[in-house]
């Protein structure tokens, strides 16, 4: 055989072998919790091109001898969080401009913002990120992964909705004003293209304009979005602060298609929380102190709780920092407050993946969806768990030995210990 040839060969063939061992992962575990069904006790995920081919016990499943393996036998696996809404990851923000309904996040998400990286570092796989709370129309959000180097590669969907607020930065009737203002200025508007249009085809069917003409003014850039917002193309997400928005909320709810992201302060709202026909985002703030004016006793109050009596089903936000920048911090307090553990976890992923319209991709671990987890030390809850390893569509993202962030903080800490020790001897 041709010497030349033979070393082609080879390197084709290793080449086919390396390109087929890395679309096909094995990972191993001590427990899979898929969220759709019974755990799975030292399992087994197979992985193939980004997708979940197969999840059951090592001793049932045979592991093809090209995957690459991912051993992790004395871990937990589990889906990856993920957040139907939240304002990190961007350059900057538009709500020194409240009224600007044509921009998109897709302009101001920086990749390499640690705001992304910290998410990893708590096992989010997918964020919805939409404009802040100190707006009118906002702008629209987009899904994305926390992982990429440029937008394009974080990109999940686009167009996912307008960002609205009732958050008042002086008066909570004249934001309201406001609001209907602008959403009148489109009305007014569209009903005014849409007469220029039937006056267009009127001419045209009485021969003033050539037959072959056809009508093409289009929507102004600057207001399209906000026509899709009112002709319910697209779905608005209207922050509402408190209890004393929410009338207002409900009202436009009626005229528009809107998800609400709820605040604090909803303990007065039981009646009103009754009558959300569907699933909420609630604020990163899900506990909270009320003094009651007569008694001068506080009270604590948890909004997935109240949410909860009230039948509505609800999604979990993370802060960029603080205690409610965890996971199990937030889950752990729905627990506190009697929700289930169950309805907890799913606050942040089959709520949330549903809310999207994701879910038959994300939120649980099924054959078929996307090959995306985060493998922990332990229990969820438990906030001694640390994630260990984020895989995203079978690709392996963030791992926590090499995570540098880490490295530094705890090369600090022991050079700071040993200078401690060093002086106590001295």
Same mark, same amino acid.
Request: charged residues 25%.
């Given at each position: 055989?041709?010497?030349?040839?033979?070393?082609?060969?080879?390197?084709?063939?290793?080449?086919?072998?390396?390109?087929?061992?890395?679309?096909?992962?094995?990972?191993?575990?001590?427990?899979?919790?898929?969220?759709?069904?019974?755990?799975?006790?030292?399992?087994?995920?197979?992985?193939?091109?980004?997708?979940?081919?197969?999840?059951?016990?090592?001793?049932?499943?045979?592991?093809?001898?090209?995957?690459?393996?991912?051993?992790?036998?004395?871990?937990?696996?589990?889906?990856?969080?993920?957040?139907?809404?939240?304002?990190?990851?961007?350059?900057?923000?538009?709500?020194?401009?409240?009224?600007?309904?044509?921009?998109?996040?897709?302009?101001?998400?920086?990749?390499?913002?640690?705001?992304?990286?910290?998410?990893?570092?708590?096992?989010?796989?997918?964020?919805?990120?939409?404009?802040?709370?100190?707006?009118?129309?906002?702008?629209?959000?987009?899904?994305?992964?926390?992982?990429?180097?440029?937008?394009?590669?974080?990109?999940?969907?686009?167009?996912?909705?307008?960002?609205?607020?009732?958050?008042?930065?002086?008066?909570?009737?004249?934001?309201?004003?406001?609001?209907?203002?602008?959403?009148?200025?489109?009305?007014?508007? /569209?009903?005014?293209?849409? %007469?220029?249009?039937?006056?267009?085809? &009127?001419?045209? @069917? $009485?021969?003033?304009?050539?037959?072959? #003409?056809?009508?093409?003014?289009?929507?102004?850039?600057?207001?399209?979005?906000?026509?899709?917002?009112?002709?319910?193309?697209?779905?608005?997400?209207?922050?509402?602060?408190?209890?004393?928005?929410?009338?207002?909320?409900?009202?436009?709810?009626?005229?528009?298609?809107?998800?609400?992201?709820?605040?604090?302060?909803?303990?007065?709202?039981?009646?009103?929380?009754?009558?959300?026909?569907?699933?909420?985002?609630?604020?990163?703030?899900?506990?909270?102190?009320?003094?009651?004016?007569?008694?001068?006793?506080?009270?604590?109050?948890?909004?997935?709780?109240?949410?909860?009596?009230?039948?509505?089903?609800?999604?979990?936000?993370?802060?960029?920092?603080?205690?409610?920048?965890?996971?199990?911090?937030? /889950?752990?307090?729905?627990? %506190?407050?009697?929700?289930?553990?169950? &309805?907890?976890? @799913? $606050?942040?992923?089959?709520?949330?993946? #549903?809310?999207?319209?994701?879910?038959?991709?994300?939120?649980?671990?099924?054959?078929?969806?996307?090959?995306?987890?985060?493998?922990?030390?332990?229990?969820?809850?438990?906030?001694?768990?640390?994630?260990?390893?984020?895989?995203?569509?079978?690709?392996?993202?963030?791992?926590?030995?090499?995570?540098?962030?880490?490295?530094?903080?705890?090369?600090?800490?022991?050079?700071?210990?040993?200078?401690?020790?060093?002086?106590?001897?001295?």
């Amino acid at each position: 055989m041709n010497p030349t040839f033979l070393r082609f060969a080879i390197a084709s063939a290793a080449f086919a072998l390396s390109a087929l061992s890395q679309d096909l992962v094995a990972i191993k575990a001590k427990t899979i919790h898929t969220l759709s069904g019974p755990a799975v006790t030292d399992g087994v995920i197979l992985l193939q091109n980004g997708r979940i081919k197969a999840i059951g016990k090592q001793d049932e499943i045979e592991i093809p001898w090209a995957a690459k393996v991912i051993d992790k036998s004395d871990k937990v696996v589990m889906p990856t969080w993920v957040l139907a809404h939240c304002a990190g990851g961007m350059r900057g923000s538009n709500e020194s401009m409240q009224n600007v309904p044509w921009l998109t996040v897709a302009d101001a998400i920086d990749p390499a913002s640690a705001y992304f990286e910290n998410m990893l570092r708590n096992g989010v796989g997918t964020l919805h990120v939409m404009p802040g709370n100190r707006t009118l129309m906002g702008g629209t959000g987009m899904v994305v992964r926390p992982s990429g180097r440029t937008v394009a590669d974080m990109t999940v969907a686009a167009g996912t909705g307008m960002k609205l607020s009732l958050q008042a930065s002086r008066s909570r009737l004249q934001k309201i004003r406001e609001m209907r203002r602008a959403i009148a200025d489109v009305r007014d508007y /569209l009903a005014d293209y849409e %007469r220029r249009k039937a006056e267009f085809e &009127q001419e045209k @069917a $009485a021969g003033a304009i050539p037959a072959d #003409k056809e009508w093409d003014q289009e929507i102004d850039r600057k207001k399209k979005a906000a026509v899709e917002l009112i002709e319910k193309k697209l779905r608005g997400w209207l922050y509402v602060p408190s209890y004393a928005e929410l009338g207002e909320a409900l009202r436009l709810a009626q005229e528009l298609d809107l998800t609400f992201v709820l605040g604090s302060n909803l303990d007065e709202a039981h009646a009103l929380l009754a009558k959300i026909k569907s699933p909420v985002v609630l604020d990163a703030t899900i506990e909270y102190l009320e003094t009651d004016p007569e008694t001068r006793e506080e009270q604590q109050f948890c909004s997935a709780k109240l949410c909860q009596d009230a039948g509505v089903p609800f999604a979990l936000s993370l802060s960029s920092g603080g205690p409610t920048s965890y996971p199990w911090w937030q /889950l752990g307090t729905c627990v %506190r407050h009697g929700i289930s553990r169950s &309805q907890a976890i @799913a $606050a942040l992923t089959t709520v949330p993946a #549903k809310m999207l319209g994701l879910d038959d991709q994300l939120g649980t671990l099924d054959e078929g969806k996307l090959g995306n987890l985060q493998i922990l030390t332990g229990d969820p809850l438990q906030a001694t768990t640390w994630v260990d390893m984020v895989v995203l569509e079978g690709e392996v993202v963030y791992e926590r030995s090499k995570d540098p962030r880490l490295q530094y903080l705890f090369e600090a800490a022991e050079e700071a210990a040993a200078g401690t020790s060093k002086g106590e001897k001295q």
